[in-house]
């Protein structure tokens, strides 16, 4: 069975399974290639990297056996974001033989999960994510330490085992019901069903081979068929943990804390974002996730660019395209379909598939505002909002501003249509706001409408921003430390979005008592305001069941 994505999925497709021969790619099989081998598989002489799916030997990557270590080595402290894979946790490292950060105790655990709705295995996002932070190093990237397995130890993995059991269940109880055809119970294994039709390993249709009829013989293969396909998944028990650099927050969290930054911090933190996207860049590597939550900060104002699984190269051998999960009959063309919604750049927003870095250029100029004014520039709720957004404050594209501007496809098939000419608003609305005018001034070249015009991350570097005073250090270390109280444990979108909820409950029962004392209003807003500053700062206490699962 060979399941390759489709060209329409492309980086959206979230329920893609790649598979080895007969069997779907597992930690045995292809990570070590990409993680613990050479980059390219270039390790393995039958893998022809330039060859069609159909004659690449995906079965010699197994003869590269990996002995992965647990979940054991690590105590999981509390949960700091989630994805669509898993949950990520801040956890402690319970062993000396690996190099972690901090005083090699604190890491980052990012949970995949094997069994997920609609496939089982390493998803692609995961693939790209591990086999760029091998390739492409630099001091303001995550680092990736090492992948382990809950696998031998689920009891460990407490949430995933109660799922587990769960499903075992539901299929003991199956196929007691149907003691003819014992069938798994769920209903989005892409090895056990096909719509309304039932598939073989193979992915033959054999419907039609069941029927009340069937002799004995016929029912033995369906059983055998069904308990090889039982002791594959079971092949999948345990999950895979990407063990990360731990960073203690992010930009959206420190923004939603209110936190403002100074001017040489600012520069600071956006000068780093531009070397990192410089050095991506110039090796042909593009991010296409850049936003606020994948901008991670340590205390002492250093900048760690995280989440690579939408990133790709531009010059992609077919084994990257597996991973990158994107096929098309026209070399080069990419899916449009990234980049979080308010930093994804007009040309993605109609419909254009051959891009380049400049695509991360837009998001970076979207962050660089952010900072500055302490919420997003643009908040569409769908992709024609956020386009009349844009086209609201930097003007409708003309062929003088943006050439060819009307062969994007969106323009050219008439889905988007510019009747009303509007002008630039963007100096009168920010000019004042985005201060020095040095940053102003690179503020706008960061977001050119044109990806041609659009500064390179390299030209922005050279920007008269930079060289003015006061000047970033090369060092952010010398800008002081980010301290917001608390147990010390960080803040990242994930728990500050939960906290603010609770700390405004609490703050509107601290303002209702407030008025029931029939205290002034300007007393009530007092008291709402110090309860909800106190329950932000307060230290922050584990999610029920957590402790259960430390060791």
């Known amino acids: 069975m060979k399941m390759l994505p489709k060209a329409d999925d492309a980086d959206d497709a979230e329920a893609t399974t790649l598979s080895a021969g007969d069997y779907p790619i597992t930690l045995d099989g292809l990570l070590p290639a990409i993680y613990f081998g050479q980059n390219d598989y270039d390790m393995d002489s039958n893998i022809n990297l330039r060859a069609a799916p159909s004659t690449v030997n995906f079965n010699s990557i197994h003869r590269h056996k ?12 509390e949960q700091i974001g989630e994805g669509t894979y898993g949950q990520v946790y801040r956890a402690k490292c319970l062993s000396s033989t690996l190099s972690c950060p901090n005083g090699g105790e604190i890491v980052a655990l990012k949970k995949i999960k094997m069994h997920h709705p609609g496939y089982w295995g390493i998803p692609p996002t995961v693939l790209r994510e591990i086999k760029i932070l091998k390739k492409l190093q630099h001091k303001n990237m995550v680092k990736l330490y090492e992948v382990v397995s809950s696998k031998g130890v689920e009891e460990l993995d407490w949430e995933d085992e109660r799922e587990d059991e769960k499903r075992k269940k539901e299929i003991k109880s199956k196929n007691s019901n149907d003691n003819s055809t014992p069938m798994p119970s769920d209903n989005n294994d892409p090895l056990m069903t096909g719509g309304s039709k039932k598939y073989d390993l193979e992915g033959k249709n054999v419907s039609t081979q069941i029927s009340s009829r069937a002799d004995s013989n016929s029912k033995k293969k369906k059983r055998d068929a069904m308990s090889d396909i039982e002791k594959l998944r079971e092949s999948y028990k345990g999950n895979l943990f990407l063990v990360l650099e731990y960073i203690s927050h992010d930009l ?19 000068k780093q974002l531009l070397d990192v996207l410089e050095f991506m860049h110039l090796r042909n590597y593009v991010h296409r996730d850049l936003k606020t939550s994948n901008v991670l900060i340590t205390d002492r104002y250093e900048v760690k660019l995280a989440d690579f699984g939408l990133a790709r190269s531009l010059e992609s051998s077919f084994i990257g395209r597996v991973g990158n999960n994107e096929f098309s009959s026209n070399e080069g063309d990419f899916t449009n379909k990234v980049i979080t919604l308010w930093y994804r750049p007009p ?23 952010e900072i500055i004014l302490g919420r997003p520039i643009f908040t569409g709720k769908t992709d024609m909002d956020q386009l009349k957004l844009i086209f609201d404050l930097i003007g409708t594209p003309n062929e003088n501003s943006w050439e060819g501007f009307r062969d994007l496809k969106l323009i ?5 249509t510019i009747d009303k000419q509007r002008r630039p608003k963007l100096r009168e609305k920010y000019g004042s706001r985005i201060q020095p005018a040095a940053a102003f001034s690179l503020f706008e070249k960061l977001l050119e409408l044109d990806p041609k015009k659009r ?16 000047v970033a250090p ?8 980010i301290n917001l109280g608390g147990d010390g444990s960080g803040y990242h979108e994930f728990q500050t979005k939960k906290r603010r909820r609770e700390a405004k409950a609490v703050a509107k029962v601290a303002e209702e008592e407030s008025k029931s004392r029939g205290e002034i209003v300007e007393k009530q807003k007092e008291a709402f305001d110090k309860a909800y500053r106190d329950h932000l700062k307060r230290k922050k206490s584990l999610p029920p069941g957590m402790s259960d699962m430390r060791r």
Do not use: N
């Open 252 to 270: 959206t969290g420190l923004l939603d804390m209110a936190v403002k930054f100074t001017e040489i911090q600012i520069k600071s933190i956006i």
């Open 474 to 481: 090369d060092d952010p270390k010398g800008l002081g430390t």
């Open 66 to 77: 990996l002995s992965t270590r647990t979940i054991a080595h690590y105590c999981r402290l």
């Open 455 to 470: 500064f390179t991350a390299s030209r922005a570097l050279e920007h008269r921003y930079f060289q003015s005073e006061p």
């Open 347 to 369: 040309e993605l927003l109609l419909g254009e598939t051959k891009y380049g870095t400049a695509v991360d250029i837009w998001s970076a100029g979207c962050i660089f505002a």
């Open 412 to 416: 050219r098939t008439g889905e988007v």
